[in-house]
C-alpha cells in the first residue's frame, strides 16, 4: 500500500521494514481515523497552502477540531507548515497575525505484508532503460546498476549513522532485513527468505534474480563486505524466497535474531 500523493520530483520515502520502519507505521495508524485521512485528502487536492479555517468549512467541522488534525498530520512528516497572511487582508499594521497554512510534504509512506521493496527495483530497471544505448545484453547492464544502486544503498548507512551492529557481518544481516530480504543465519551463510522484488520476480523470474545479485553484491562493497562474504545465486529457491544467499566465513558473528 502506498500512502502520499503523485508528484515529478525527488521525493522522502519512509519504507516499512527499514530503519525508519517505525515511523511508517505511525504514519499509517495516523491515516486510520476516517476524518483525519478526510482531510489530509482535502489538502491533496489543493496545489497551494490551506488554512484551518478552509479545511473546516469545506468539510463541515470546526476550526478547532480541523487544527487537531491538521497538527496531527503536520507532527508525523505528511503535512508542511508554512505562515502567511492572506491576500484579501491589507498588510502593515493592523493586518493580524500571519495564517498558518498546511500542504502535502514530499514525504512518501510504503508498507506492505510481506515486506517489498518496489521502490528499489523500479530505479534499477528504469536506469537499466536508460543504459539502452550501451553495448552488451541488457542482463549485463541491469547486474552493474543494480550493483551500484546496492552500493549507494549500502553507503547510506554508513554515512548516516545508521549502523547498530558492531560486527560486519552483522550489520549486512541488518541492511538485508530492513530491504526486506528476512535473512537468517544458516550455517555459514545468510538464507535470504523473502523476495522484497516478488511480483516482479514472478513477470521477469531471470532478470530479476539477476537485479538480485546484483544489488546485494554491491550492498557487500558498500558494507566493506565484500572480502569475506560474497553473494551466490541459488538454483532452488523456498517458496517466497529469495534466489541469491550470501556466504561468510565469519559465521560465528552472525546474529541469528536480525531484530
Not at 497538527?71 to 497575525?97: E, H, N, Q, T, Y
Not at 539477476?210 to 544489488?215: A, C, D, I, S, Y
Not at 553484491?217 to 566493506?224: A, C, D, K, Q, S
Request: glycine share 12%.
Amino acid at each position: 500500500m502506498i500512502i502520499g500523493s503523485v508528484a515529478f520530483l525527488r521525493r522522502r520515502r519512509l519504507t516499512a521494514p527499514g530503519p525508519l520502519a517505525n515511523r511508517a507505521w505511525q504514519a499509517l495508524a495516523t491515516l486510520s481515523d476516517p476524518r483525519r485521512r478526510e482531510v489530509y485528502d482535502h489538502v491533496a487536492l489543493h496545489e497551494g497552502p490551506v488554512t484551518r479555517d478552509e479545511v473546516g468549512v469545506a468539510l463541515g467541522m470546526s476550526r478547532s477540531l480541523a487544527a487537531f488534525h491538521l497538527d496531527k498530520l503536520a507532527d508525523i512528516g505528511l503535512l508542511d507548515v508554512s505562515f502567511a497572511r492572506s491576500p484579501d487582508r491589507p498588510a502593515g499594521r493592523g493586518a493580524g497575525r500571519p495564517s498558518k497554512r498546511y500542504q502535502l510534504s514530499d514525504l512518501d509512506v510504503g508498507i506492505s505484508i510481506p515486506p517489498r521493496r518496489y521502490d528499489i527495483v523500479g530505479r534499477i530497471l528504469a536506469r537499466t532503460l536508460g543504459a539502452e544505448g550501451k553495448r552488451g545484453a541488457p542482463a549485463e547492464h541491469a547486474w552493474e546498476t543494480a550493483r551500484l544502486e546496492g552500493r549507494r544503498f549500502a553507503a547510506g548507512y554508513l554515512e548516516g549513522g545508521t549502523a547498530l551492529r558492531g560486527t560486519t557481518a552483522g550489520l549486512v544481516q541488518q541492511v538485508t532485513a530492513d530491504c526486506g530480504y528476512a535473512p537468517v543465519a544458516d550455517e555459514g551463510h545468510l538464507r535470504l527468505r523473502n523476495c522484497p522484488f516478488h511480483s516482479v520476480a514472478d513477470a521477469m523470474p531471470g532478470l530479476v534474480c539477476t537485479v538480485n545479485h546484483g544489488f546485494l553484491t554491491g550492498v557487500l562493497e558498500g558494507l566493506g563486505a565484500d572480502g569475506s562474504m560474497v553473494a551466490e545465486r541459488v538454483d532452488h529457491r523456498e517458496q517466497g524466497g529469495c534466489c541469491v544467499d550470501i556466504s561468510t566465513d565469519i559465521s560465528t558473528e552472525i546474529d541469528t535474531d536480525p531484530r
